[in-house]
């Protein structure tokens, strides 16, 4: 554990490496007496509560500047964003909300302004069950990682699916996440919703995170549905069964109510002791089913 | 071996360069270090507060580079060439308008929360001179008080914006 007691002074050693390279040499140098460090707020909180011994090592990645902003090409639909993009920077940028709003929404709702001002987008996805993910899985988002070689790409979604299982991943150094917007189809209306239910109204851990985002056409049928789901220490992921279900469905009271059976049925949170596995679902279920209300209003 | 893959030692106390308050420094501390107790206990500037170290309660609030940080998690090594401003600094040429709000208008009790309080509405007003009520309720989500209930704090804030809006109009007029 970090020392912890007052006036006891923090004492590993800290690299500064200048490119991804460096950063990836060093961390196959110093295994696992060495951790990358980006805003350190996760690692903080890992430290300070026993979860993670403190390292004899930091690598500092925060000097790579690679790593740092976004760019959003707006013909092909694409944003990329460099893993020390700090989630205030996300937050505050009306381009990125312009382009990606569900992700500028959940970037609102993790902690608060000053730890967003340290903390970063990649440390938030490398945690597994960080807010930003379901809104990044919407958006099909893909990895790139710095593996020594020429660079490794993989979908989030895959990554999210065998993290927890294979640790090879913790040997390399992330370096952006792209996101791809979803087409919208003329004549149709798009919808999209970012929620975070928490014991509290602000600054709190999640019970359950959604993201949603949809088409209705013409003749109120939904279609291109995307639904992911998380809180906690639930790893999110995205409700596929769910989202073929839905797509080509009416927008009516008929089609919610089924699908909040099938959310309450398949959606598998963790629970803890403060909160259920049998409230987590439906509390997602709650959700999902008013989003879809809010679209049945909408229709003709 | 180039400078960038030589570690700095926990040791090492070789200076990181920053600005506290306007003055530039070179703290000789090891890199690890917080900035709450770099601070505190190097530099016995108490103004800036101690109390969860874990960032959840906004008692060490300080600006870097203009935004609100939380000390406690900040390190001394991600302070490098970065303008550091805590409380002691906003007083530095007589009470800020929004310390005054906060004596006029009760935004404290016990005061442990407000010099915390003060930087993130110090943060919010030089960047956005007329919030909404939301935008101040999301700059403040991060500082937790245990005594006032918020009412005091918010009608401070209110009083604080008033009071800059008419300096502001006496000077441009
Ligand atoms: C008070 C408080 C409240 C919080 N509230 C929330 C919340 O509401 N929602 C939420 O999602 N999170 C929350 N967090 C957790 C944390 O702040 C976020 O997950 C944050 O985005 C982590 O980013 P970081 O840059 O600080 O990561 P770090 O702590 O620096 O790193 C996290 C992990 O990722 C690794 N890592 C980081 N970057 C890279 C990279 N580029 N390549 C390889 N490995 C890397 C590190 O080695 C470490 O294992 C909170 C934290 C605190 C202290
Ligand atoms: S002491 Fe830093 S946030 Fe509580
Ligand atoms: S005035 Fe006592 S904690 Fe805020």
């Known amino acids: ?300 | 071996m180039k400078d960038s893959m030589k570690p700095v030692s926990p040791l090492d106390t070789s200076s990181i360069p920053c600005t506290i308050n306007g003055s530039e420094i070179n703290l000789n501390v090891p890199p690890a270090k917080r900035l709450l107790s770099v601070l505190r206990d190097d530099l016995a500037m108490t103004g800036t507060k101690r109390s969860c170290d874990i960032g959840r309660c906004g008692a060490c609030m300080v600006m870097v580079d203009g935004v609100p940080v939380n000390s406690c998690l900040t390190m001394a090594y991600q302070c490098t060439g970065k303008s550091i401003t805590t409380i002691e600094g906003i007083s530095a040429s007589g009470m800020d308008p929004i310390q005054r709000a906060f004596l006029q208008e009760g935004g404290f009790q016990c005061g442990y929360c407000t010099p915390g309080m003060i930087i993130s509405v110090k943060a919010l007003l030089d960047h956005n001179p007329d919030p909404s009520a939301l935008e101040i309720e999301e700059a403040l989500s991060g500082n937790i008080c245990r005594c006032t209930g918020y009412g005091g704090i918010k009608r401070a804030v209110q009083k604080a914006i008033e009071w800059r809006k008419e300096a502001y109009e006496s000077i441009t007029d």
């Open chain 1, 1 to 300: 554990m970090a020392a912890n007691a007052q006036g006891v002074a923090e004492a590993p050693f800290v690299w500064h490496p200048r490119s991804a390279a460096e950063a990836w040499q060093l961390k196959q140098t110093l295994g696992t007496e060495g951790v990358f460090t980006a805003g350190a707020t996760l690692l903080r909180t890992q430290w300070e509560s026993g979860l993670a011994v403190m390292p004899n090592h930091f690598i500092n990645i925060g000097a790579i500047e690679e790593l740092h902003g976004f760019e959003i090409d707006s013909v092909s639909g694409t944003g990329s964003f460099g893993a020390m993009t700090t989630l205030s920077h996300i937050r505050t940028s009306p381009q990125v909300g312009e382009s990606f709003p569900v992700l500028v929404e959940a970037t609102r709702n993790i902690a608060a302004p000053s730890i967003r001002n340290l903390a970063t987008i990649g440390g938030n996805i490398l945690s597994m069950v960080g807010d930003s993910l379901p809104a990044l899985l919407l958006y099909d988002s893909v990895l790139h990682w710095h593996d020594g070689t020429n660079g490794l790409q993989e979908p989030l979604s895959e990554w999210l699916s065998t993290a927890s299982a294979h640790a090879a991943w913790k040997e390399r150094l992330l370096m952006s996440v792209e996101l791809t917007l979803p087409i919208l189809d003329s004549n149709t209306k798009r919808f999209v919703a970012y929620h975070k239910v928490g014991r509290r109204d602000a600054f709190t851990p999640s019970v359950v995170t959604a993201a949603l985002t949809m088409q209705l056409d013409s003749e109120d049928r939904l279609s291109d549905v995307r639904l992911a789901l998380g809180g906690g220490q639930t790893i999110p992921y995205r409700l596929e069964s769910i989202e073929s279900y839905l797509n080509g469905k009416l927008a009516n009271k008929k089609t919610i109510s089924e699908v909040y059976a099938l959310i309450v049925e398949q959606f598998e949170p963790k629970g803890d002791t403060f909160v259920p596995v049998s409230y987590r679902k439906k509390a997602a279920a709650n959700l999902i089913a008013s989003e879809l209300w809010k679209a049945a209003r909408t229709a003709r």
